[in-house]
């Protein structure tokens, strides 16, 4: 089994080819390949390569499906004994990534 753990907006990602995954909104249109360059650590059936920090010889490309919104979190504030109390909402954007490939050079 073929995987990578990727860096990309601030979180690592356990990266497997043919699944898509939603990031951090990444200002592309759709339908545009990208290249995930941050791989931390690559798995090619058993043969393990680890990075310091990152693998150079590694690159992992996908296909932008979709750009959305994710589930909304309620965010509430409240101080005791003082009457004040503050509810907002958050819908996270996000962008999701079908992973076509894992090259290694």
Known sequence: ???????ISGRQFWIE????????????????????????????DGDVLIGKPYLESVQIKGKILEHLRGKKTIV???????????KQGHRQEITRVLIEDIVVN
């Open 1 to 7: 089994m073929k995987y990578a753990i990727v860096e």
């Open 17 to 44: 080819k043919g699944k898509y995954y939603d990031f951090n909104r990444i200002p592309t249109e759709l339908g545009k390949e990208i290249s995930l360059n941050r791989v931390l650590l690559l798995n090619n």
């Open 76 to 86: 509430y504030k409240m101080r005791p004994k003082k009457k004040t109390r503050r």
